[in-house]
């Protein structure tokens, strides 16, 4: 009997990259078929009931199964797009190009396969919350990523003015302790690199 991989999340980036002891499962969940190229976690690789859900996949998978998807970031950038193909909301797309830039980051992949996904991540995390299709207690956590997100691109005016909408959606539902700490975090960092690059 093959027991669980056991794993130890020991920090988290301002992201919520996960940083572990042992094997990360943000590279370890995502899975490709080698036949038809759909790209998932495990409980995703079901029979699909819905005939044309199955056909509108299959079209969207042809191009697809040619391409060679040799990295964990590539399989996560495959299921994003294909969230985009089949309607997904927003937010799932965002995670998924999320995922592709931990990824990159976790396997020391080129700066610019991150930077690329979390631009994408960015844009479709913002598409969701503008679409208002994200739970209400979602806003501050999702305005809060938005932040972090965009300090990581280098765009302090977006990530100051995403945590300006983190406050405002903080005084409208009451943000947990553990946010509140990420967020002053975060402001502490930015904090440090204007005097940095005042000095």
């Given amino acids: 009997m093959q027991l669980p ?31 038809c190229g759909y790209c998932g976690v495990t409980a995703e690789f079901a029979p699909i009931a819905e005939p044309r859900t199955a056909t509108k996949l299959h079209r969207v998978l042809v191009p697809i199964a040619a391409e060679q998807l040799r990295t964990i970031r590539q399989r996560y950038e495959c299921r994003a797009r294909l ?26 992949e080129p700066a610019e396969h991150e930077q690329a996904n979390l631009r994408k991540a960015a844009q ?8 208002r299709s994200v739970a209400t207690s979602r806003v501050p956590v999702l305005c809060y990523l938005l932040g972090a997100l965009h ?6 005016d977006e990530t100051y003015r995403w945590l300006a909408k983190l406050d405002e959606s903080s005084a409208q539902e009451a943000s947990p ?10 402001a502490a960092r930015l904090r440090a690199e204007s005097d940095d690059s005042d000095s």
Wanted: hydrophobic share 40%; glycine share 8%.
């Fill in 83 to 108: 969230d985009v193909s089949l309607g997904e909301p927003s937010q799932r797309i965002g995670d998924a190009y999320l995922k592709a830039a931990w990824s990159a980051r976790i396997t020391g």
């Fill in 124 to 131: 479709y995390f913002a598409l969701a919350l503008r679409a």
């Fill in 5 to 35: 991989l056991r794993v130890r999340i020991v920090e988290r980036d301002d992201d919520f990259c996960p940083r572990t002891l042992g094997r990360n499962p943000v590279l370890a969940a995502i899975h490709r078929c080698p036949g």
């Fill in 151 to 156: 300090r990581r691109l280098g765009e302090r």
């Fill in 177 to 186: 302790q553990w946010l509140s700490n990420w967020r002053d975090r975060l």
